[in-house]
């Protein structure tokens, strides 16, 4: 994600269902969970296969009152944007390093439930695939929600270019996100939203075939004069291809 890096030297039926009763509100049934961390993410050895992730497939990590947790009842995980009382802080769900798969694309059900209060839009939410959980210098390819202006963008990055296209505005919405490389151009990504293709982007010179990436997602926040009570994202049916 661009803001991270900068910063780091650096979500079936029974899902939908406990969605739908939800709505895109904050899950009131906070787990502390037992594979939340404070600071740096353990460092596992054991390869997750391709296709579907359960929450044992993420570390949670953060240093705010608010941190990621598993939604009890669901192979959900929310991560919160951090309050006022850590003004510069990345909450994170990720796969750990040595604990990624070889990937072509993510595909999760979930939202982003932003806002427009932050006074820029180096404070975001992102859900990605990348291949560098250690500098995030890497090729990424998902979804960022800049929390200035309530935008979902897709996006791309990898060799030192960052490219985003405009996907929804002011929307709390439940929804199946999917991003995958195509086979005969792997600079491109198509880019899905609840099953209808958006459009492709292109990275060129960059490739985002069969990378060994790790499923990731977070919240980023720069600055402390504004509230972000309520902003989270939720991921459910976490899926690499």
Request: proline content about 2%.
């Amino acid at each position: 994600m661009k803001t991270k890096i900068k910063t780091v030297a650096a979500i079936g039926v029974a899902v939908i269902a406990v969605c739908t009763y939800l709505g895109c509100t904050k899950d009131a049934s906070k787990s502390t969970g037992s594979n939340t961390t404070s600071g740096t993410p353990i460092t596992l050895k054991t390869p997750v296969s391709r296709a579907s992730l359960g929450q044992s497939a993420f570390t949670l990590w953060g240093t705010c009152s608010d941190v990621p947790y598993d939604i009890s009842g669901s192979n959900g995980i929310a991560i919160p944007v951090g309050g006022t009382e850590c003004s510069s802080n990345d909450l994170a769900a990720q796969q750990p390093n040595g604990n990624g798969q070889d990937a072509t694309g993510l595909q999760f059900y979930g939202c982003f439930k932003g806002g427009s209060s932050a006074p820029s839009s180096s404070n975001e939410m992102a859900v990605f695939v990348t291949d560098d959980v250690t500098n995030w210098v890497g090729h990424e390819m998902g979804f960022v929600e800049t929390l200035n202006d309530h935008t979902l963008k897709a996006y791309l990055q990898g060799n030192g270019n960052y490219i985003t296209e405009v996907l929804t505005s002011n929307d709390n919405g439940y929804h199946t996100f999917k991003c995958q490389c195509e086979s005969g151009d792997h600079s491109k990504v198509d880019f899905y939203l609840d099953g209808t293709y958006k459009f492709t982007m292109q990275n060129s010179g960059s490739s985002y075939w069969d990378n060994y990436d790790y499923f990731v997602g977070t919240t980023h926040r720069t600055s402390s004069s504004w509230s972000s009570t309520g902003q989270q994202i939720e991921m459910y049916n976490m899926t690499t291809y």
